[in-house]
């Protein structure tokens, strides 16, 4: 087993964050988002989520951080062939790190 190191883990987070974000909220997605049933504003912000698997999961940054990171930690833990309870907790631990950068470009963005 290989350790991954701590930049290992940040760009893996950092990773997670920006797909996720792009994903969540951002105009490149737009047309993905539009095509499952999520309604924007005249700004192109997402303003209304259907109630479907795809629109709840949309709908949620921490949801879709969770899913963002798990392609992302699948690679690393083959490429450093990872216990399994070892890539479980990275790939909570990515999340974590996406859902914190997230709160606070929101934070610095409201202000």
Same mark, same amino acid.
Do not use: N
């Given at each position: 087993?290989?350790?991954?190191?701590?930049?290992?883990?940040?760009?893996?987070?950092?990773?997670?964050?920006?797909?996720?974000?792009?994903?969540?909220?951002?105009?490149?997605?737009?047309?993905?988002?539009?095509?499952?049933?999520?309604?924007?504003?005249?700004?192109?912000? /997402? %303003?209304?989520?259907?109630?479907?698997?795809?629109? =709840? *999961?949309?709908?949620?940054?921490?949801? +879709?951080?969770?899913? &963002?990171?798990? /392609? %992302?930690?699948?690679?690393?833990?083959?490429?450093? =062939? *990872?216990?399994?309870?070892?890539?479980? +907790?990275?790939?909570? &631990?990515?999340?974590?790190?996406?859902?914190?950068?997230?709160?606070?470009?929101?934070?610095?963005?409201?202000?």
């Amino acid at each position: 087993m290989t350790a991954v190191t701590a930049m290992t883990f940040v760009l893996c987070g950092l990773a997670t964050w920006r797909v996720a974000s792009l994903l969540h909220s951002e105009d490149a997605f737009g047309w993905l988002r539009r095509g499952i049933g999520i309604a924007h504003d005249d700004k192109g912000f /997402p %303003i209304i989520y259907p109630e479907t698997f795809w629109g =709840r *999961l949309f709908g949620c940054f921490w949801c +879709l951080s969770l899913a &963002a990171a798990a /392609p %992302i930690v699948a690679v690393i833990a083959v490429m450093a =062939r *990872l216990h399994i309870v070892w890539a479980l +907790l990275l790939w909570l &631990a990515t999340s974590t790190v996406a859902i914190w950068t997230e709160k606070q470009v929101m934070r610095s963005q409201s202000r």
